[in-house]
């Protein structure tokens, strides 16, 4: 694109079950921490297994003022603190600019919903604040007023399980042709028990841990939490002296427009490849994938296929942190896209943890248990979602970027 | 941030013709609500008049679907259509707006896992319709649509967060064509779910099913266009009426005619106001809602369909501008303004 600017990550606020804030999630992402635990935010009377990757202990109000939002938006809000402040930005200072707020979502305010559900099967009446509290849109709203963002561009992105990279997608796009200087952008989302009662009835949560492309993969295991991003042009960025994270270089989004629920090694592919075309890079030049990797059967086969053919026999290490966090949908691909700026900033891969033996049926050096030191230029995040969609993400380490 | 309209598709409670919405609001005769009580909240409810979801899409792999979803699709069909259907699928994008997807099966299904002697026991067929970009996916799928395939969960201002997105998706080059829109089904659940909602002072009208899609391209001579849009949050539809005239280039005098959701949200005097201190009061006003009900996310779709059908009847349109503005009940106001063909 003539004239495009380029574009940088200088803050990043990670709000998991395995940490809160980028040096508490840098050092359990890396030293492979599983967050799962016995579900504790629905009933699980009735399941025969019942793990999740919950945030325990998060307070809400200790994060937003007045009103406390739902679980998801409060999410969003604790993340966005961390990431102005990892930025060095104070949000006063962006009071009168005009900042994309952009947050990916699956199931939205799920734990309101849930809570509808479970009033109408009581038979009780809902209220006009349970009746408003559940919109979407209210989790960029809800971001810009707690941080005073008074020009903020609210979108809520509902590409299911991609909508994560959609969001730092859409905030890169923005900050590249110039609508703004700064961007925040993620994803958040809360456990539910109907994500739950959904992927269980289907067979894929995991009966006993999530193991991504291991030969007894079992399936996912449902995950929270939030990952906001601050993006900045890289002149914003220079001028005012800001830590430089890593380098947004490519973004790439389509759909493989054939199953519902199955993803397509063919359209996956293509995916990658126009995110390799959108940084001008080639397969050769990834260090590291961080792949979708649920952990379930079908999604590890076919992702690895996709990515052999576009890197051929030997692509680089392909890891899944959704061993450790479990997934959490809407905020998954934004989690680990903050992993991967940890990844570059401390030149170490993260491990895909309880992993016994690969699957030859999707061969890959995952870095099994124990992750370790690399030389880490760039980084492929992928993300997956019903309704076949793709979309991929692209980072670099400053240091391989010259900033002239 | 130039956008052509090479084509529109909709479905209403006014049925699925091109012009069906500014023939209501010229005849000015408000469409008859559906009572259906306690189904249907006090004010009713409008269907999307003669949509039969089997008869449009037939019965293979639909059975499952919501109404949103089948709406969605078959607006779909008709716009690829009116455009000639040479559309090349894999530099188009699909950006569908909504609400929160479709609430009915959402509720209905979590409700199962309260009911249902395990609580596993949910439909599986009905799991991937729970999710919010169902809708975005099966138009995809049913019409090979590849690029980019967006939902965006904006509420009420969703078109106009959509055009943004779209403008964006254009210039960064991820895709030639923006099949764009948004689409609202009737469902007991939804339609109480809005009734308990709205702020007092809202008008009481209708919670209405509805979908409104655009093909949106590369700015084009001669076609409709979209200018500019703006957002606000805090209330601010004044300055953001204001912030888009700017941007779009477009003095108030050159305003055509200007589209409101307000009343919808209990923000009819405000938006007057706005519109007033802005515009003056010379350009024609219009209420889309009076014709098709509150179709949530798709208003401000069926507002700028509502102004583009009603361009096409009106010489005093011609080559002018015309505004649209959105307010929600969180305080998100959008405004959009458009050029008329010549």
């Given at each position: ?13 990670p709000?998991?079950?395995i ?24 009933d ?8 999740a990757?919950?945030?325990s ?7 937003c003022?007045?009103?406390?939002p739902g ?20 949000p ?5 600019a005009?900042?994309?707020v ?22 009780e009446?809902?209220g ?5 509290r ?6 960029p ?20 399980c991609a909508a ?13 042709a110039?609508?703004?200087e ?8 809360a456990?539910?028990r ?5 992927f269980?009835?289907v ?17 996912i295991l ?5 990952g906001?991003l601050v993006?900045?042009?890289?002149g ?7 830590p ?7 973004f790439?989004?389509n759909c ?41 059967p ?7 296929a996709a ?5 051929g ?14 997934h ?23 491990p ?8 030859p ?16 230029g760039?980084v ?23 900033w002239? | 941030m130039?956008l052509?309209?090479?084509a529109?598709?909709a479905?209403?409670a ?18 008859a609500a559906?009572?259906?009580?306690p189904?249907?909240?006090p ?9 039969d ?6 019965t293979?792999?639909t ?5 949103a ?6 607006a ?13 699928r894999?530099r ?6 909504t ?18 002697p ?10 991937p319709?729970t999710?919010m ?5 099966q138009c995809a ?17 969703a078109?106009a ?21 948004a ?28 979908c409104?899609?655009?093909h949106?391209t ?13 957002t606000a949050?805090?209330g601010?539809?004044a ?5 888009a005239?700017?941007?779009a280039?477009?003095?108030p005098?050159?305003?055509w ?7 919808l ?14 515009l ?45 503005t ?5 305080g998100l ?6 050029r008329?063909?010549?």
């Amino acid at each position: 694109m003539s004239g495009a600017r380029r574009v940088v990550v200088t803050g990043a606020g990670p709000v998991t079950c395995i940490g809160v804030g980028r040096a508490d999630f840098a050092r359990n992402v890396l030293a492979g921490t599983s967050g799962q635990r016995p579900v504790t935010s629905f009933d699980t009377t009735g399941f025969a297994h019942a793990d999740a990757c919950e945030l325990s202990g998060f307070d809400p109000a200790a994060w937003c003022g007045g009103e406390t939002p739902g679980r998801a938006a409060a999410f969003a809000v604790a993340a966005a603190r961390l990431a102005l402040a990892d930025a060095r930005l104070d949000p006063a200072a962006l009071a009168r600019a005009h900042v994309p707020v952009v947050v990916g979502t699956c199931d939205g305010e799920a734990a309101e919903l849930d809570a509808l559900a479970a009033a109408s099967a009581a038979g009780e009446a809902v209220g006009t604040a349970a009746a408003r509290r559940y919109a979407p849109i209210r989790l960029p709203l809800t971001v810009a007023a707690a941080l005073g963002l008074r020009e903020a561009e609210p979108v809520t992105i509902g590409t299911a399980c991609a909508a994560g990279n959609y969001a730092i997608g859409y905030a890169f796009d923005a900050v590249r042709a110039g609508d703004a200087e700064v961007a925040l952008c993620g994803g958040a989302e809360a456990v539910s028990r109907r994500m739950f009662s959904g992927f269980y009835r289907v067979g894929t949560i995991a009966s006993d841990a999530c193991r991504p492309f291991d030969a007894g993969r079992s399936g996912i295991l449902t995950g929270e939490g939030a990952g906001m991003l601050v993006l900045e042009s890289l002149g914003h960025a220079l001028a005012r002296g800001a830590p430089i994270h890593a380098e947004v270089i490519g973004f790439g989004a389509n759909c493989d427009a054939r199953h519902p629920v199955a993803p397509d090694s063919d359209g996956l592919a293509a995916c990658i490849r126009l995110a390799h075309a959108d940084a001008g890079i080639g397969p050769g030049q990834v260090d590291l994938i961080s792949a979708h990797g649920t952990g379930t059967p079908v999604n590890d086969v076919t992702e690895v296929a996709a990515i052999r053919r576009v890197f051929g026999a030997s692509p680089p290490p392909v890891i899944s942190i959704k061993s450790m966090i479990g997934h959490a949908m809407g905020a998954a691909s934004a989690i680990a896209a903050i992993a991967a700026v940890d990844s570059i900033g401390a030149q170490f891969i993260p491990p895909t943890i309880n992993h016994i033996a690969t699957d030859p049926a999707c061969a890959i050096d995952c870095v099994p248990n124990t992750g370790r030191p690399a030389r880490i230029g760039v980084v492929q995040n992928n993300g997956l979602a019903f309704g076949g969609n793709n979309a991929v993400l692209l980072l670099r380490r400053p240091e391989e970027a010259s900033w002239n | 941030m130039e956008l052509s309209i090479a084509a529109t598709a909709a479905w209403s409670a006014q049925g699925p013709g091109p012009g069906a919405v500014a023939r209501a609001l010229t005849a000015g005769t408000p469409p008859a609500a559906r009572h259906d009580p306690p189904s249907t909240p006090p004010p009713g409810v409008l269907d999307a008049h003669g949509f039969d979801l089997a008869a449009e899409l037939g019965t293979k792999g639909t059975r499952s679907m919501d109404r949103a979803t089948g709406l969605a699709v078959c607006a779909t069909a008709r716009l690829l259509a009116a455009s000639g259907g040479d559309v090349p699928r894999d530099r188009s994008a699909v950006i569908i707006g909504t609400t929160n997807g479709s609430l009915g099966t959402i509720l209905d299904f979590t409700e199962t896992t309260y009911t249902a002697p395990k609580p596993y026991l949910v439909n599986p067929a009905r799991f991937p319709v729970t999710v919010m970009n169902y809708a975005a996916g099966q138009c995809a799928i049913r019409h090979g649509v590849t690029g980019p395939n967006i939902t965006l969960a904006g509420g009420r201002n969703a078109v106009a967060l959509a055009f943004i997105y779209a403008a964006r998706l254009i210039r960064a080059g991820r895709a030639d064509d923006v099949l764009c829109g948004a689409t609202e089904e009737y469902t007991s659940r939804r339609a109480w779910l809005e009734w308990r909602a709205r702020p007092p002072g809202a008008v009481h009208a209708p919670v209405a099913e509805g979908c409104v899609m655009f093909h949106l391209t590369a700015a084009r001579p001669g076609r409709a266009a979209v200018l500019a849009v703006a957002t606000a949050t805090g209330g601010r539809l004044a300055e953001c009426l204001t912030t888009a005239l700017r941007r779009a280039g477009v003095e108030p005098g050159e305003v055509w005619a200007a589209a409101g959701n307000g009343a919808l949200d209990g923000c009819h005097d405000g938006e007057s106001r706005a519109h007033r201190a802005v515009l003056g009061t010379g350009p024609r006003r219009v209420e889309a809602h009076t014709a098709v009900g509150d179709t949530s996310a798709a208003s401000v779709g069926f507002q700028v369909l509502a102004l583009l059908e009603l361009a096409a009847t009106d010489p005093a349109a011609a080559g002018r501008a015309a505004v649209t503005t959105s307010i929600d009940r969180h305080g998100l106001a959008t405004a959009v303004v458009l050029r008329c063909p010549r």
